[in-house]
């Protein structure tokens, strides 16, 4: 019987009330609050990340494997080689041939200029007017449009030294298709 006494009398956590919890974690909250601005090891630091220079990477042969998701129908597999030339007054154009699964072979070129801070301007075979582009870090955005849709196209450069590529296609303003793609450089500069 005295257990029984025992176990009525003992509140479980779920029935204090607010205030009991907060007396019981208050002098936890700065310790947690330090410990979220502290750096984490498993968290890659800002400084530590890798900086992408798009005329170094793109320079020589590279190669992209990814799929194009679109929203009706099938995803399809990409594959995309690249070849890069340095163009005098630090330019690049790049000479594309993509083979899109189901569809002919298509070929493209880009030309990019940097305009400096970060900035870069260019042309796209099927873009209408320029493309505009800026780096920060090891991110590259470039945005231009063609003749049905507009592009947001996103760089990322890895640890590992590959550029991760999405490419958002939109039109009327809704996401109608998104690429995924890995590309890979294939010989040093030239």
């Known amino acids: ?3 029984i006494i025992a176990r009525r009398h003992a509140t479980p956590l779920r029935h204090r009330n607010a205030a009991t919890h907060l007396r019981i974690f208050a002098p ?3 310790a947690l609050w330090l410990a979220a601005c502290l750096p984490s090891a498993d968290r890659p630091r800002a400084d530590a990340q890798p900086k992408l220079d798009p005329i170094a990477f793109f320079a020589g042969y590279t190669e992209g494997r990814g799929a194009l998701h679109k929203l009706v129908g099938n995803s399809q597999p990409l594959s995309v ?3 890069g030339r340095k163009l005098p007054g630090g330019g690049l154009r790049l000479d594309q041939l993509l083979h899109l699964e189901g569809e002919a072979v298509r070929e493209r070129r880009w030309t990019i200029w940097p305009m400096g801070k970060g900035r870069f301007t260019g042309s796209l075979t099927e873009a209408v007017g320029p ?9 590259m955005t470039i945005r ?3 003749e049905d849709y507009r592009v ?3 760089l990322t450069l890895g640890m590992d030294g590959i550029v991760h590529n999405r490419l958002d296609i939109y039109k009327w303003g809704l996401n109608v298709a ?3 793609e890995r590309i890979a450089r294939k010989s040093p500069a030239t």
């Open 152 to 154: 947001r196209q996103t």
């Open 178 to 180: 998104r690429l995924d």
């Open 28 to 30: 936890l909250i700065p």
């Open 131 to 139: 493309v505009e582009a800026a780096v920060q870090g090891n991110r």
């Open 81 to 83: 080689s690249s070849v």
């Open 144 to 146: 231009y449009a063609t």
């Open 1 to 3: 019987m005295g257990q």
